[in-house]
Every structure is written in C-alpha cells, then in structure tokens.
C-alpha cells in the first residue's frame, strides 16, 4: 500500500533539516521590530498582506531567507510554509540563500533580451568566473538572470544588491561597475526620463504624458476602509 508521505521533498522542509541555519532561540523578534510588524498588519485588510514587509525585514536581519526563517516569517502572521515560501519563491530580490556582498541581477526578460541582456550576463560570467546563479570564490560577487525590473526603457540593465539601477549596458560599463565596487563604491541612483512629447520623439509619442505620470492607485488599507 502506498504512502502519502513526503519521502524526498523538492522543497527543503524546515521541520526535516537537521542542520538549520539559524537556531529557535535566535529566530525572535526584538519588540521594536514587533511593533514594526504590528503597524504594517494595521495597513492591509488581513494580516498575510505584510507577509512581503516581514519577509524583507527577516532578510535585512538574518542576511538572507532559509527555510526556517520563511517558516518563521510565516507563523509571525498565521501563515503556513508553502503560503509563505510561495511568496519569498516568486521574488528574485528575497535571498533563498547566502549572497555574495554585490548581488548582480542582470535582466534578461524581453526587452533586454532582445537588446543584448544574455551579452551582458555571459560577459559577467566569463569576467567573474562564475555562472549565473552562482557567487565568486571570493565571496565578493553572485551573478544572477532576474526577470524585468521595469526599466525596460533603459535596456540592457541590472539592479545592483536590491538598489541602484545600473542602465543601458556596454561591456566598458561593466568593467567599470565591477572595478569600482571592487573599491566598494555602489553606483549612485540615477534617473532615467524618457522622452514625454511629440517633439522629443519627432512626433513618434503619444502625449498623455500628464495622465500617466498623475495616476495613483490607493494603499489597499484605505481602499478597503
Ligand atoms: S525587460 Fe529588462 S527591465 Fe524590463
């Protein structure tokens, strides 16, 4: 007769691994991350709405997401594994496992791919001596394919650690970003505005620029009040 147990799950189980990460006693909040927490429930109509803002607390805390702290994150909002791993798994920017310092997500979804993303990242991997998804010997840097960051506009691009945009890539760019944060100097933010009105465009553009650029969609909390 056959089980229906889990012999050899895909995913990880917290309850199964003998070796975990991090400890019961160090997976507690401290009470002014409790109150943190408390605040961000009040914003949704049912508490698993924070389950993203817990996720990325609990990833600024521990240095990245295994298996039992996701549990964890889960049970802070009576939430099960699979609910919160469903959420920390849909997102390149949660960490499922340890990262190098820089975290390098170079787009390879549609636009960029079609503008040369897979140049940039093959590029990135014979410079660094690493395949996507994998982080230098030295610790230093993790190489990554990310879907679209919604800068599609400013094509081929990568998101450096969760922060700065880094767009319009060449290869000299590349050398460039990787030397100066080998000096450990981030790329500044930088904004990119693309052409808003006919005349910029040679009247190639619609111009309803206002009413894109105007329109806000309410924070869920209010909209359900
Ligand atoms: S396809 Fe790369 S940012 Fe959208």
């Known amino acids: 007769m ?6 050899r799950p895909i995913v990880e189980l917290p309850d199964q691994n003998p070796d975990p990460a991090f ?3 160090e997976l507690v909040w401290t009470d002014a991350e409790k109150e943190q927490i408390e605040a961000w429930k009040d914003q949704y109509a049912e508490d698993q709405g924070a389950i993203m803002k817990v996720l990325w607390l609990a990833q600024e805390k521990f240095g990245y997401l295994p298996p039992e702290v996701i549990k964890f994150c889960g049970e802070t909002l009576d ?7 469903g959420v920390a798994t849909f997102y390149h920017q949660y960490y499922k496992e340890e990262k190098g310092e820089f975290v390098l997500d170079v787009c390879t979804c549609f636009t960029c791919q079609v503008c040369g993303g897979y140049d940039i990242l093959h590029y990135l991997e014979e410079k660094l001596g690493i395949h996507a998804g994998e982080t230098t010997d030295d610790g ?4 990554q394919e990310a ?19 880094v767009h319009q890539l060449t290869k000299e760019k590349v050398d460039a970003l990787i030397d100066s944060l080998k000096d450990g100097k981030m790329p500044a933010f930088t904004s990119v505005t693309l052409p808003q009105d006919e005349d910029e465009m040679g009247g190639n553009r619609r111009t309803d620029a206002e009413q894109t650029t105007t329109y ?3 924070p869920r909390g209010e909209h359900m009040e």
């Open 79 to 85: 939430m099960t594994f699979s609910q919160a791993y």
């Open 2 to 7: 056959s089980s229906f147990d889990v012999q």
């Open 23 to 25: 400890s019961d006693d």
């Open 216 to 218: 806000e969609t309410q």
């Open 147 to 165: 879907e679209c960051l919604g800068a599609c506009g400013s094509a081929p691009m990568m998101e450096v650690s969760n922060g700065p945009y």
């Open 140 to 143: 230093m840097f993790t190489l």
